[in-house]
T-cell receptor, first 109, second 114 residues
Framework: GIQVEQSPPDLILQEGANSTLRCNFS?????LQWFHQNPWGQLINLFY???GTKQNGRLSATTVATERYSLLYISSSQTTDSGVYFC???????????FGKGITLSVRP | KAGVTQTPRYLIKTRGQQVTLSCSPI?????VSWYQQTPGQGLQFLFE???????NKGNFPGRFSGRQFSNSRSEMNVSTLELGDSALYLC?????????????FGEGSRLTVL
């Protein structure tokens, strides 16, 4: 099956810093989403981004499908950005949504 | 618009018992998919239902089953519980099949098996 690798596995930032989270995948995909898991366990949908670039406030994401990677940018980080960030990919028909192992982000005040 | 609702939020069972978890999707969504999250295995796909039909199934034993009702609400059942079934169980709803549209997750049901 498809492999999804996220890097770095852990990230510690000072409040106000910027960061880039990466998601590599081993095969072509029809769908890619980024999620933030809050401390209570809920997965919050950040971006549905099979290709191209999207922005939502301090967050933006870019997926380059032909090169099999996606990037999530967090600017001016806040303590509330802490948590685990997952990317999930869907290779296509008759396949299943596959998650990466996640990136644990800690933003220090 | 109400989000995805999962019940119960927390539960404790003993080995050998069975458990039923419920998921009510966002109104109008016809796809419900289920995932198991554990520290060791991460997030793993269990199964997906769309219009009351199971569309896809992950690599889990037959003790894990599910169903979807005509109002799109879904239940999953785990029989003969094992210690390793302790996990956060998440369900997600989507307007279309899970891989072809945005997924919206519930808050999860945290199961502890003693």
């Amino acid at each position: 099956g498809i492999q999804v690798e996220q890097s770095p596995p852990d990230l510690i930032l000072q409040e106000g810093a910027n960061s880039t989270l990466r998601c590599n995948f081993s095969d072509s995909v029809n769908n890619l989403q980024w999620f933030h898991q809050n401390p209570w366990g809920q997965l919050i949908n950040l971006f549905y981004i099979p290709s191209g670039t999207k922005q939502n406030g301090r967050l933006s994401a870019t997926t380059v499908a032909t090169e099999r990677y996606s990037l999530l940018y967090i600017s001016s980080s806040q303590t509330t950005d802490s948590g685990v960030y997952f990317c999930a990919v869907y290779p296509g028909a008759n396949s299943k949504l596959t998650f990466g192992k996640g990136i644990t982000l800690s933003v220090r005040p | 618009k109400a989000g995805v609702t999962q019940t119960p939020r927390y539960l404790i069972k003993t080995r050998g018992q069975q458990v039923t978890l419920s998921c009510s999707p966002i109104s109008g969504h016809r796809s419900v998919s289920w995932y198991q999250q554990t520290p060791g295995q991460g997030l793993q796909f269990l199964f997906e239902y769309f219009s009351e039909t199971q569309r896809n199934k992950g690599n889990f034993p037959g003790r894990f089953s599910g169903r979807q009702f005509s109002n799109s609400r879904s239940e999953m059942n785990v029989s003969t519980l094992e210690l390793g079934d302790s996990a956060l169980y998440l369900c997600a709803s989507s307007l279309r099949l899970a891989g072809t549209g945005e997924l919206f997750f519930g808050e999860g049901s945290r199961l502890t098996v003693l």
